[in-house]
């Protein structure tokens, strides 16, 4: 299990930015909350801890940020005074779909808030260093990456064109408590069967039991288990930072041979983590954790349960082999498997309208009879189509052979293509597997996104497929 550590880094403030402005700038719109997303009233905080920063649409304006890799800092309100202490590498936030999306960049990267309905995910401004402005005044900046964007010298600056950035004012009002100031506060959520996978609890899902909660908070560490109303709850010391997880729970004994969990919320950061972080400066009660599970069916392909497995600490039990086909002794009938490849644009796993699909892919069916095993290749044709014929009976392996992007083609130092569907098994495999019958099967679909790579390695999704490339063949 990683922990991660939620560290302040102190460093030197009072360089001149070297911005210059132009007349011209990007669209949407930034803006500052808490934790939880809520807005703040004339944008003014108890604490410099308690900001978050947002962006995308919001307010009537419908075309949000332009996708893309952002810096972020703190300055005082005249924009001429760093105030942000850390690595500009570690201020990086992902914008997609128009809003921002995810925190980016090394381990060092900030911690995020609770993800809201339009996709946006809060991230925290601080550490940053206290403004000589007299009525508390800071101001947020999103600075775009690109050619006209670079970090200065130590590593802390940012060089960068007004045209390129979005700024945001507001006051942090650090007062003494005098009312509600209780030592404690309470963290808690549901955990619960997100049947529609939007990662939200919607009305009429069920909730899940038995699910272990590990909260961090502060310098102590609790497990706490969801009740039958899949509620979990623990006070905590107020102002103290803290971490969030679940433990991804087995389908046990009673599960069904080859059954798994798997979580939908809250949004995976850009380490794969789908935790909560942030400081228990309020009572908090949607701190929502989302799962499926999957059972295999007759061929062993895995299909999301529409009601919920059981909850346990220990494994299924091992799917029962399948039988050994008999050989094939006279002419051999075959079944045709087939799928499609696609550009999954929106990354959620499926061939939805509009997507495009992708040329030249090779897909790899490995085929076992009676007789042995045979490793098969077909190409996705014009329309993303592929299909290939195995005997009836045949046992079958389908995965796709992950192409490499022509690098002469693309824009930027290194284009990479990455798999989005199907979903991983228990075992990390992306891919289908049974038995073919008399019907044959299609519906093997594989989709897959790509990303390009800016001057400094940063990566960005590609809004189009990336070309389709494969390493010669070694000599013989």
Known sequence: MVLLTLAAISAASGFVLKNSVTAAGLSGKIYTSLF???????????????VYLNGGRIQGNSSGLPDGTYYFQVTGPSGNDLLSTDQAVCR??????????????????????????????PIKLAPFNTTSNPGGNYKAWLIKQGGNTSVAADGIHINFSNSNAKQEVFRVEEVPCTNNCGPTVTLGG?????????????????????????VLAGDTTTVVTTNAAGIWSLPVSTGVEFLILQYLPFTGPDGEPGSYWQQTSPL????????????????????????????????????????????????????????????????????????????????????????????????????????????NFATTNADGNWSFNVPIGAQYIISEYLPDADQELEPGDYSYWEQTSPLPNEEGFRGYSGTATGEGQGGFNFGNVCFHTDEVGNAFLSSTPCSVRYPPPPPM
């Open 36 to 50: 939880d997303g809520t807005f703040v009233q004339a944008n003014r905080y108890s604490s410099k801890n308690a």
């Open 92 to 121: 990086q936030v992902i914008v997609f779909g128009g809003v921002i999306a995810g925190a980016a960049g090394p381990s060092c990267q900030h911690p995020t808030g609770i993800p809201q309905a339009d996709g946006s995910v």
């Open 190 to 214: 549901k955990n619960f069967y997100d049947v529609n996978e939007n990662g939200l609890f919607d009305s009429g899902e069920d909730s899940i039991e038995g699910v272990q909660i590990l």
């Open 268 to 375: 995976a950061d850009g380490e794969g983590l789908r935790t909560y972080v942030g400081v228990a400066n309020a009572d908090l009660s949607i701190l929502n954790f989302g799962n499926i599970c999957f059972n295999p069916n007759s061929l062993g392909v895995p299909v999301k349960s529409l009601t919920p497995c059981p909850v346990s600490d220990l494994p299924p039990p091992d799917p029962t082999p399948e039988p050994t086909p008999t050989p094939c002794t006279e002419d051999c009938p075959t079944a045709v498997l087939s799928g499609q490849k696609f550009y999954d644009t929106n990354r959620n796993a499926l061939y939805d309208e509009g997507e495009t699909t992708i040329q030249g892919v090779q897909i790899v069916i490995v085929a076992t009879t009676g007789e042995g095993t045979t490793v």
